[in-house]
Nanobody
Framework: QLQASGGGLTQAGGSLRLSCAAS????????MGWFRQGPGKEREFVAA????????YYTASVKGRFTISRDNAKNTVYLQMDSLKPEDTAVYYC?????????????????WGQGTQVTVSS
């Protein structure tokens, strides 16, 4: 079971750090990802990180502003979000990746946790 936290309300240009805690002791064996779903929009890929943290990928709109990382000792994956924009407003979800070659597709993930709301005001 994955539990995302750290969302909130911030102004444009602000920062938030999301956390995703896993209860499974096998967390370190899995690649992980963050997705988001804005109002009236489909769920979209945000970032992914390989099991050892050596490989990361980002959607173009967040590259250079967001950083995904993980601490396998704490069974936690993070999403540091800087220079936030109103269009980043969404519910953010973390999930476990089952097919690394499809890291950008939600179909390649399972174990979706409860999301955390991020709201960025202009």
């Amino acid at each position: 079971q994955l539990q995302a936290s750290g969302g909130g309300l911030t102004q444009a240009g602000g920062s938030l750090r999301l956390s995703c805690a896993a209860s499974r002791h096998t967390f370190s064996n899995y690649d992980m990802g963050w997705f988001r779903q804005g109002p009236g929009k489909e769920r979209e890929f945000v970032a992914a990180i390989s099991w050892g943290g050596y490989h990361t990928y980002y959607t173009a709109s967040v590259k250079g502003r967001f950083t995904i990382s993980r601490d396998n000792a704490k069974n936690t994956v993070y999403l540091q979000m800087d220079s936030l924009k109103p269009e980043d407003t969404a519910v953010y979800y973390c999930a476990r990746n089952l097919q690394w070659s499809d890291y950008g597709s939600s179909l390649a993930y399972d174990d979706w946790g409860q999301g955390t709301q991020v709201t960025v005001s202009s």
